[in-house]
């Protein structure tokens, strides 16, 4: 079943949902096909939508994402941000160390296998010439997680552009 994303009139992305919800949306004229694949259509007018737009804006309730290990490893795609190592040896490490000022906040915080901990150590990661696969940012909920998942399968690339803090 192939998922679509779906963004608030701002472009701030609100759920993923099915493709068929988003076609009864951008047919009741409520939303606009954003990106599409090419591979598939709906009829011969209407190509299958992957991200869709919403032509109202829609108030959400704002919720903060509690900073814990779980959703740090989570927002990572339980993958080493310094080698790309995915397994169950991996731990938190902060980009900026503790122990010079580094805060525990999303943008110091980020998923490295035991090794390249080790390696780090008090460094940062230009220090210890140990680039990050990708900057640390704060999640805008379980969505992120999600969408994350579906950018890294290979799935929906083109929702990249969409999900603040992604560049891979």
Request: aromatic residues 10%; charged residues 25%; glycine residues 6%.
């Amino acid at each position: 079943m192939s998922q679509v994303l779906v963004l608030n009139a701002s472009y701030e992305p609100l759920n993923i949902t099915s493709w068929r919800r988003a076609t009864v949306l951008m047919l009741k004229g409520k939303a606009e096909s954003l990106e599409e694949d090419t591979n598939h259509q709906i009829r011969n007018d209407l190509k299958l939508p992957t991200v869709i737009r919403l032509r109202y804006f829609i108030k959400v309730p704002y919720r903060e994402l509690a900073l814990n290990r779980k959703n740090i490893l989570k927002r990572d795609n339980y993958f080493c941000q310094y080698c790309g190592y995915r397994g169950e040896k991996l731990s938190i490490d902060h980009v900026m160390p503790r122990s010079r000022g580094g805060e525990d906040n999303w943008q110091n915080v980020t998923t490295a296998c035991i090794s390249c901990n080790i390696k780090k150590g008090n460094r940062t990661p230009k220090e210890a010439n140990m680039p990050l696969k990708r900057k640390p940012h704060k999640p805008f909920g379980n969505l992120s997680f999600e969408a994350t998942k579906q950018i890294d399968s290979g799935f929906h690339k083109e929702w990249s552009k969409y999900v603040i803090g992604y560049s891979r």
